[in-house]
């Protein structure tokens, strides 16, 4: 496990390297103090066996964008394609994540996406209360890192991890909360959308909400 762990970090500074040879912003935007504490983040969640998530695991998915974005994404857990990957929003739900942000006139490098819950829970359920207790502080410490303006919230398991509110995705999508300095728009899961392919009025109302983050980020 140290092996393999040393190779990811490895492989991970690498390919920071990389990226700052090519003038992507997140890598020379941020200073070394950031990236250093970005990685040393990184490390403890690819070591960490703080719950029982870490027995099923292929590899965690701590996340990834830009270090000084302004707007961040965040799920409720990696699926099968994250997890065998070690990277957030791959499969058909982070395809339609990335088609929504390209709408949204951002780059996937523009943003971060993360999730509530960095390792996959079997059989792609829900995570457990206990479970996000145990991962609640690497959430915490990327948001503190990279201080976006706002977060989208994707469903309601990340919802609740910012509102704790006994609503509905439905009542509670589409406006605007505080968390501390940091504007919260929840709205569906690209998920939830996949799932209900045919449902336009889904899309609509999506939609709806970037467009209220895109307007408050000065998007047009």
Avoid at 77 to 86: S, T, Y
Avoid at 96 to 121: E, G, W
Avoid at 156 to 164: G, I, M, W
């Amino acid at each position: 496990m140290e092996k393999d762990t040393a190779k990811i970090i490895s492989d991970l500074e690498e390919r920071l390297k990389f990226y700052s040879q090519l003038g992507v912003e997140f890598i020379t935007s941020a200073s070394s103090s950031a990236k250093d504490d970005y990685l040393s983040l990184v490390k403890k969640i690819l070591n960490c066996r703080k719950c029982e998530l870490f027995r099923h695991r292929k590899n965690p998915v701590p996340g990834e964008g830009n270090l000084q974005a302004e707007l961040m994404f965040v799920g409720e857990a990696p699926g099968r394609d994250e997890d065998l990957q070690g990277k957030p929003f791959i499969g058909r739900a982070g395809q339609l994540l990335t088609k929504i942000i390209k709408a949204m006139k951002y780059r996937r490098q523009d943003v971060y996406i993360t999730n509530v819950v960095k390792c996959r829970p079997p059989n792609n359920r829900n995570p457990h209360q206990t479970e996000i207790e145990k991962c609640q502080e690497y959430l915490l410490t990327q948001i503190e890192l990279i201080k976006p303006q706002v977060i989208v919230s994707l469903g309601k398991v990340a919802t609740d991890f910012f509102l704790q509110s006994s609503l509905s995705m439905t009542a509670l999508r589409g406006k605007f909360y505080d968390y501390g300095k940091i504007r919260i728009m929840p709205t569906f899961h690209p998920s939830y959308l996949v799932r209900n392919e045919g449902n336009r009025r889904l899309k609509r109302m999506v939609w709806e909400d970037m467009k209220k983050v895109m307007a408050y980020l000065g998007k047009k």
